[in-house]
């Protein structure tokens, strides 16, 4: 998901268009060929693992949600 608000910056920066899709190209190749191997390697046990790491997911959207409460907290403290 993040990899898609990255042309916000570089549209901001004023990154080169040509050096931004060499980059974002390799970046996407790189994170595409991690996860497929992450797959091949999990293979059949690609539930078990799914399960045993729930609890992982609701931890990232706990943390999620805290730092999103403490900009919301913080922008609406005066001074």
């Known amino acids: 998901m993040a990899r898609s608000f990255i042309s916000i910056p570089a549209g901001v920066f004023e990154s080169p268009f040509g050096r931004y899709n060499v980059l974002t190209l390799a970046g996407n190749a790189a994170w595409c060929f991690a996860l497929a191997g992450v797959g091949w390697g999990l293979g059949a046990s690609w539930e078990t ?27 609406r403290r005066p001074g």
Do not use: P
Request: without cysteine; neutral net charge; proline residues 0%.
């Open 49 to 75: 693992f799914h399960h045993d790491f729930r609890w992982v997911e609701y931890a990232v959207v706990a943390g999620i949600l805290g730092v999103a409460a403490f900009v919301v907290l913080r922008l």
